[in-house]
């Protein structure tokens, strides 16, 4: 996996963990308000978490009607701790480690990522076969790639990024109900120049009414064809949160899957700075030593 | 000992088919999914496919076996090209295509963070040696078994101090694959599967002190047991018979030791360093022996070094400069076994050198970068005797450029090596494709192409093609 790829995906990910609750009631809202809670709750839930997550993927088939794994899943087991800083704490710096799988295990990546567009994030990887860390050049996030897979998942950056609302037209479309629950049907159109860096010509996504959750996205390609679905399932209060703890997002090109499990998720923990330090990439007895301190917090 | 080529082909061919006929799924219309569908309820309840990850939450229990990292891996690597070289001209040497690696490879990492600041990092390897590896050859003709231990370490964090006791790496270098900098550890390049430094630099038992500031690091190492770049394996590409047997350095009573010190600060997209160490050059330098008869005699060419490195993160594109200065180094430093057997001069001189370079990431899945070393003896001709000349004349050094293409979600990874030397007498090609099977297995491929003049003493494997590939289980 290209470093400067790798970078991304890890600021991206601790978005993911507070992308999708969301925990205020609220009425009669535009398109626009409640994606705009959306990232009031990311704000307000990023500061100083520790986050276990499993991301598998496997091809998938379907049989009488039902989705199944067509092969063994690949699993990939990831350590993550964050801490916002700044203004209203809209930077973030970050430390993810690799626990599984084995071949891929203890490399380690420090990221901070700024809020101020015209300032570059920053992020340093350590691998042990280099002997030392190295600073990767990892650009914005707001540079003009094309999104890339999530961890060699079929979860991409662009799937899990908020934000940049002003580069979309956004619709209600409904108020309807799925699986028992009453949700909205939002439908986001990126605009020209967002265009250029989306996979997609539109998305439809289903929030839960009540607990500010998004229980599936639909994503379209040019051709109005239906191209990605993500489902959100084991919908749980955490630390005062609605949070989807499950995601599977479907590649209906390439019959892949790919589940998102956050196994572990706590927020409000004391973070010390000096954690988030290369140190914590090359020097494994602090590392684990401070983890053990983050995790005496939680219990 | 002839060479299957056909064997190696094939396994290439193999992979590459495997790999793009992968890649062809995916340009599949987009499946129609009915809204009613379901998922496998034998995989977890309905609405979640792999609820077993949230099971095996609640039941996580350590186990010792998660410290250990084990990989197993099967190697095949040949020369695949039947040609002649004339490293003297009208004299003609054979090349004739032949099986160099056919061999198994264990290697174990453990990892343990067995108290609160403490820490214990060990691995090694084991190697065999198959019908037709030079190793088989150089023994004898039998199955050949080697094992080895590269890291070893106990390391104590407390406070803002870290100490680490034991087999272990000094890395300096910014420039990634070629620094001028990355000299504290020895190396092997024992044969042409090695082509990057990473994969070749040996640990040593060293006592390696940081220090955590609020915003500089320290690091500084003492090793009381300087070690050397083996001498090439016979039977390996890189052996040749030389003149007299070469030994290692015959250290009698005598108490070598290297030490330095290390100073780092980062800045917003930038980090510099400045170094200062008292070393040995990790190759041996061999003269003859007095009498004429017996073994070469290994000579320590010890030095002093000042460097400085930085890189400056732009965007996507990443900067690397490397600066270094020996002082009191010897001259005719023994670069290439037998070459500088003749009559090395016993000249100290200054030198300097550089390794500069940079990596640009095209788009998330492409990169490319370049690397570039350069050195000059200072002074060069003071102290020489009319006739005399040095082995490393004016400035030398390599340039290597590097490009990758990962597809497939990560699971392939295409990628192609240039490497050269300033003076343009030699150049290699690398060509290689990793394709990771699932979390377990994954195989690899290489091919190699070098050309050299006579100029370079690569030209003992000028228009050399070589063909390899890989199989390897982690766990």
Redesign the interface.
């Known amino acids: ?5 790798l970078v ?1 995906a890890t600021a991206i990910l601790l978005g993911i963990l507070i992308g999708f609750p969301l925990s205020s009631m609220a009425q009669d809202l535009s398109a626009r308000d409640i994606l705009e809670k959306m990232e009031d709750n990311q704000r307000a839930q990023s500061n100083s978490a520790l986050t276990r997550m ?1 991301l ?2 496997c091809k998938y088939g ?2 009488e ?5 067509a092969e ?4 990939k087991s990831l350590e993550s701790v964050g801490k916002g800083y700044g203004v209203d704490l809209k930077d973030t710096k970050s430390v993810i480690v690799t626990l ?4 891929e ?2 490399i380690g990546m420090l990221s901070f990522a700024y809020d101020d567009p015209s ?2 994030n ?1 992020s340093w990887l350590y691998l ?5 860390v ?7 996030d707001d ?1 003009e ?5 999530l ?4 979860f991409t ?1 662009e799937d899990q990024e908020t934000g940049k609302l002003d580069e979309y037209e956004l619709n209600i479309l409904e108020s309807t109900s799925l ?1 028992g629950r009453e949700v909205w049907k939002i439908e986001q159109i990126p605009n020209e120049d967002r265009a250029l860096k989306s996979r997609y010509a539109r998305t439809v996504a289903y929030i839960d009414m009540e607990r500010f959750v998004v229980l599936r996205m639909e994503m379209y ?1 040019q051709y109005d ?3 990605k ?1 993500m ?1 959100g ?2 919908v749980e209060l955490m630390n005062g949160i609605w949070v989807t ?2 995601l ?1 997002m ?1 590649n ?4 892949r ?1 790919s ?1 998102m ?1 956050f ?2 998720m706590h927020t409000g923990i004391e973070v010390p700075d ?1 954690f988030l ?3 914590t990439l ?5 590392r ?2 401070e983890l ?1 301190k983050l995790r005496a917090q939680i219990q | 000992m002839r060479f299957s080529a056909n064997i190696v082909a094939s396994l290439g061919l193999q992979l590459l088919f495997t790999a793009f006929s992968s890649q062809a799924q995916q340009v599949n219309d987009p499946q129609v999914l009915d809204d009613n569908l379901d998922f496998e309820p034998d995989f977890g309840f309905e609405e979640d496919l792999f609820a077993t990850a949230f099971d095996e939450e609640s039941s996580t229990t350590d186990s010792w076996l998660d410290d250990f990292t084990i990989r197993i891996s099967q190697q095949f690597f040949g020369q695949v090209n039947n040609h002649s070289i004339e490293p003297i001209p009208g004299i003609l040497f054979p090349r004739e295509a032949e099986m160099e690696n056919n061999r198994l490879g264990i290697n174990i990492r453990y990892q343990n963070a067995f108290a609160p600041g403490w820490l214990l990092q060990a691995s090694g390897q084991a190697r065999y040696y198959w019908k037709d590896d030079y190793e088989y050859e150089a023994n004898s003709d039998s199955i050949d078994a080697e094992y080895r231990v590269n890291e070893f370490f106990l390391q104590r964090s407390y406070g803002q101090e870290s100490l680490k006791f034991g087999r272990q790496t000094v890395v300096w270098g910014e420039t990634v694959g070629n620094s001028v900098l990355d000299v504290i550890n020895h190396f092997e390049f024992r044969d042409l599967t090695i082509i990057d430094i990473e994969d070749a630099r040996l640990n040593q038992w060293m006592v390696v002190w940081d220090h955590f500031g609020e915003g500089s690091n320290w690091s500084s190492f003492v090793n009381l047991y300087p070690e050397f770049n083996p001498a090439a394996v016979r039977g390996s590409p890189f052996f040749f018979e030389p003149a007299f047997n070469l030994t290692d350095y015959d250290r009698d009573s005598e108490l070598l030791f290297e030490a330095g010190t290390q100073w780092r600060k980062s800045f917003e997209l930038s980090d510099i360093s400045f170094m200062a160490a008292y070393l040995y050059e990790n190759q041996l330098r061999y003269e003859d022996p007095i009498s004429g008869i017996g073994d070469a005699i290994a000579k320590g060419n010890d030095f002093l070094l000042l460097g400085f490195s930085a890189n400056r993160a732009i965007g996507r594109l990443l900067l690397n400069f490397d600066l270094a200065f020996s002082h009191n180094v010897l001259a005719d430093s023994f670069n290439f076994p037998g070459t500088a057997l003749a009559s090395p001069l016993d000249l100290r001189k200054d030198q300097i050198g550089t390794s500069f370079g940079f990596e640009y990431a095209l788009d998330n899945e492409q990169s490319v970068s370049l690397g570039i070393q350069a050195q000059k003896l200072l002074d060069e001709n003071e102290g020489l005797l009319p006739g005399q000349q040095l082995f490393n004349e004016g400035v030398f050094g390599s340039w290597l450029v590097r490009y990758s293409n990962t597809l497939l979600n990560s699971d392939l990874v295409l990628s192609s090596t240039l490497q050269g030397d300033l003076k343009g007498d030699s150049f290699l090609a690398l060509l290689g494709i990793d394709y990771t099977i699932n979390d377990n297995w994954s195989v690899s491929g290489q091919v190699i192409s070098i050309t050299s003049n006579r100029e370079s003493p690569l030209v003992f494997f000028d228009a050399d093609v070589r063909l390899g590939a890989t199989i390897s289980y982690s766990f």
């Not at chain 1, 996996?1 to 790829?5: A, C, D, L, T, Y």
């Not at chain 1, 599984?100 to 071949?103: V, Y």
């Not at chain 1, 090359?282 to 602090?286: C, G, R, S, V």
């Open positions: 996996m290209p470093q400067r790829f991304r499993q598998s993927t379907v049989r009607s039902r989705i199944t794994c063994r899943p690949r699993v599984e799988p084995a071949s295990r203890g300032r570059d920053e042990s076969a280099l002997g030392r190295k600073r990767i050049a990892s650009g914005s540079d790639t094309e999104p890339g897979s961890f060699g998942s079929e950056t699986d390609d064809r239906e191209v679905r489902l399932s084991r703890r499950s599977t479907m209906l090109v390439t019959n899957l589940n499990a196994l572990e000096e330090t290369q140190r090359t020097d494994a007895a602090f684990e030593t053990e």
